[in-house]
């Protein structure tokens, strides 16, 4: 079995699926999407052109977006590790979870950063202000959540929170949550640190960081 990934170390999505491969030890090729020839290629699989895209050579298999791709990762692993739970009301949990967390906190960051790439006089300000009141809404709700579960989604580690040590990691550098108020958030985003598939996606793209357009925290490492 040959299976491909193309992502780049720097993008929150990418990341997600980086987490899955490395939780579910599986063997894969990291195709880096970076120049205008990869992303040609990218495109040419994929027309939308958004990271990451999973390709299963051996099944015919191409997949696009992080949940979808780490359904199918976990789907290789029967005897492993699972990402998904295998009851229904847990697996449907859990794929709530991955939805909240991609929804309403990995969006709501990717706006605040998009904002600010955007050409002189084209930013949009009220939607940034509509973006960190929607971090805001949903950190009160995840630290409900976390207040009664360990991870995301219950007593294990799964496909909710491959996509949420890299959603949190952007927004504590970019709109932090309250870490006296939520102090659920404040423990759960300290695990996932320590975690370490996570720490090592983390850990990746460190060389990129000056690829970000926002001031980058002199404390982020060290929380």
Request: charged fraction near 25%; include cysteine; hydrophobic fraction near 40%.
């Amino acid at each position: 079995m040959t299976l491909i990934i193309y992502q780049h170390p720097f993008a929150s999505f990418a990341q997600k699926a980086l987490v899955a491969l490395y939780e579910l030890d599986l063997d894969f090729e990291a195709r880096l999407v970076e120049s205008d020839e990869s992303w040609d290629e990218l495109r040419s699989i994929s027309p939308m052109g958004k990271m990451p895209v999973l390709v299963d050579d051996e099944a015919g298999i191409t997949l696009p977006e992080s949940t979808p791709v780490i359904e199918y990762l976990d789907s290789l692993s029967p005897d492993g590790p699972r990402l998904i739970p295998s009851d229904p009301a847990a697996a449907l949990q859990m794929r709530l979870w991955d939805r909240f967390l991609d929804l309403y906190v990995a969006a709501s960051m990717q706006k605040l950063v998009i904002d600010n790439i955007r050409p002189e006089g084209q930013g949009d300000p009220y939607g940034v202000e509509q973006a960190k009141e929607t971090l805001d809404d949903a950190y009160g709700v995840l630290d409900a959540q976390l207040a009664e579960n360990e991870w995301a989604a219950g007593p294990d580690f799964g496909l909710a929170d491959c996509g949420a040590g890299a959603a949190l990691f952007y927004t504590h550098a970019i709109h932090r949550w309250d870490e006296d108020r939520h102090t659920n958030i404040k423990r759960y985003y300290r695990v996932l640190m320590e975690r370490p598939s996570v720490a090592r996606v983390i850990d990746e793209a460190r060389p990129y960081r000056e690829l970000f357009p926002m001031p980058w925290p002199e404390d982020l490492d060290a929380t």
